[in-house]
């Protein structure tokens, strides 16, 4: 089945989801975005490890998401690529995928949309979704609005970007 490659984008309060955070993934080169409600749980790991140089601190502790991080490293473990995932069953919510790499074998972790998008950003991975979620979920994005158009934004130092891009499409929607 067919990938799409995803770059990170804002996170914003929408309107359009019900006043909702919303974390947006864009098709990279493309023209459209899939956009994320998040849960109150991915909603705080976001905002803690995006936070914007400005608001932190030297004295904060690392979290969670930072251990793993740093374990991973430590011994020889790459996240090779991050897929972003539809739940089944009772959860239905977007969840991740990550694919690590031990230098002998691969192995397949599946976590929350949060965890695995904070992973995916301190380790620098690709981040995928298979063409068939793009299809299904995804919104079209005007490619000459330049300021709805972001490649790999750091949610927290871009919020006020987010809530444009959340504006535009809402009055985008409203026009057809």
Not at 8 to 26: E, T
């Amino acid at each position: 089945m067919e990938r799409v490659r995803l770059d990170m984008g804002a996170l914003s309060v929408s309107d359009f989801h019900g006043g909702n955070f919303v974390f947006f993934l864009y098709k990279r080169g493309g023209d459209s975005c899939l956009p994320i409600k998040l849960s109150r749980p991915d909603v705080n790991i976001i905002l803690t490890n995006f936070k914007s140089k400005e608001t932190s601190t030297s004295d904060e502790l690392p979290t969670a998401q930072m251990l793993y991080c740093t374990t991973l490293k430590t011994f020889g473990i790459e996240l090779l690529e991050l897929s972003v995932i539809k739940g089944i069953g009772h959860n239905k919510n977007f969840m991740t995928e990550l694919l690590l790499f031990d230098g002998k074998k691969e192995s397949r972790l599946v976590c929350s949309f949060g965890n695995g998008i904070v992973i995916a950003k301190f380790l620098n991975a690709p981040i995928y979704v298979f063409s068939d979620i793009m299809d299904k979920y995804a919104s079209k994005v005007n490619m000459s609005d330049k300021s709805a158009l972001h490649d790999g934004i750091v949610a927290g130092e871009e919020y006020a970007e987010g809530k444009k891009f959340a504006e535009s499409k809402k009055s985008a929607e409203g026009e057809k």
